[in-house]
């Protein structure tokens, strides 16, 4: 018995088959939505873990577009029991120090100092900068700092 067939109803093939309308839907209600379920759990692993990045909204419109109709609190619980969380991309930190050159480093004198007050401590930095076809340009820039 296939559901929703074209020009057959429910109580015609239930008439036909001489079962009553309770027991099929009593049935129909105990291992379709089952069947259902596994079918779109298994759209969802495939598409989250072809698409690792995306989360749960992202998957629901994936699901959506193979023509399921699925809410996004569904697909949201599946991902949750089936552990497919979104990976996320790690933060970008640029590099602000270049710590590997042959030049020598000079210590940190005020390392262990604990300035109570302002204008205690005072630092420079010497920032170069490239002013185009190999020319460089330096000047201090000093800064007060308060701890």
Same mark, same amino acid.
């Given at each position: 018995?296939?559901?929703?067939?074209?020009?057959?109803?429910?109580? %015609?093939?239930?008439?036909?088959?001489?079962?009553?309308?309770?027991?099929?839907?009593?049935?129909?209600?105990?291992?379709?939505? *089952?069947?259902?379920?596994?079918?779109?759990? +298994?759209? $969802?692993? %495939?598409?989250?873990?072809?698409?690792?990045?995306?989360?749960?909204?992202?998957? =629901?419109?994936? $699901?959506?577009?193979?023509?399921?109709?699925?809410?996004?609190?569904?697909?949201?619980?599946?991902?949750?029991? +089936?552990?497919?969380?979104?990976?996320?991309?790690?933060?970008?930190?640029?590099?602000?120090?270049?710590?590997?050159?042959?030049?020598?480093?000079?210590?940190?004198?005020?390392?262990?100092?604990?300035?109570? =007050?302002?204008?205690?401590?005072? $630092?420079? +930095?010497?920032?170069? =900068?490239?002013?185009?076809?190999?020319?460089?340009?330096?000047?201090? *820039?000093?800064?007060?700092?308060?701890?």
């Amino acid at each position: 018995m296939v559901w929703g067939s074209p020009g057959q109803s429910v109580e %015609r093939l239930c008439a036909a088959a001489s079962v009553s309308r309770a027991s099929y839907y009593r049935h129909w209600a105990e291992h379709a939505p *089952r069947a259902e379920e596994t079918q779109l759990r +298994d759209l $969802v692993q %495939r598409l989250a873990l072809a698409h690792r990045p995306y989360g749960y909204r992202r998957i =629901t419109e994936l $699901v959506r577009r193979e023509g399921w109709w699925a809410n996004r609190k569904r697909i949201a619980r599946i991902m949750r029991e +089936d552990n497919l969380l979104a990976l996320r991309k790690p933060v970008f930190r640029p590099a602000t120090t270049n710590s590997r050159h042959s030049w020598r480093i000079w210590p940190n004198l005020a390392r262990h100092l604990a300035p109570t =007050t302002a204008d205690q401590l005072w $630092v420079a +930095d010497i920032t170069p =900068t490239f002013a185009g076809a190999g020319s460089t340009s330096a000047w201090p *820039r000093p800064s007060s700092i308060w701890r």
